[in-house]
């Protein structure tokens, strides 16, 4: 379940967001589609769920979007915009 880490800050303009990760000192631009899984980004959904989440809101169906989120989410890591999950 994934953590956005309480070292990035998020604004969000006309469905897309920018971060600034404070740990690096960098910017994202996220499309409305990252958006989405940013904001799902809480610990309380697991990649399943999140994709059903994205799948509704694009009226997509739920298995073709899982992939997008799981690489969505890696890069999300990969940028350490995310925190490992408490617990």
Same mark, same amino acid.
């Given at each position: 379940?994934?953590? $956005?880490?309480?070292?990035?800050? &998020? ?7 920018? %971060?600034?990760?404070? @740990?690096? /000192?960098?910017?994202?631009? %996220?499309?409305?589609? /990252? ?6 980004? =809480?610990?309380?959904?697991?990649? $399943?769920?999140? #994709? $059903? *989440?994205? /799948? *509704? $809101?694009? #009226?997509?169906? @739920? =298995? &073709?979007?899982?992939? =997008? ?5 890696? *890069?999300? &890591?990969?940028?350490? %915009? %995310?925190? /490992?999950?408490?617990?």
């Amino acid at each position: 379940m994934p953590v $956005a880490s309480n070292q990035v800050s &998020a604004v969000e303009l006309d469905g897309e967001a920018v %971060l600034y990760n404070e @740990r690096t /000192a960098s910017l994202h631009v %996220l499309n409305p589609t /990252a958006t989405i899984i940013w904001a799902c980004c =809480d610990g309380a959904g697991s990649i $399943a769920e999140i #994709a $059903a *989440d994205v /799948a *509704d $809101a694009f #009226a997509l169906d @739920r =298995d &073709a979007v899982v992939a =997008d989120v799981i690489s969505t989410v890696r *890069d999300f &890591a990969a940028l350490e %915009l %995310l925190d /490992a999950p408490a617990g």
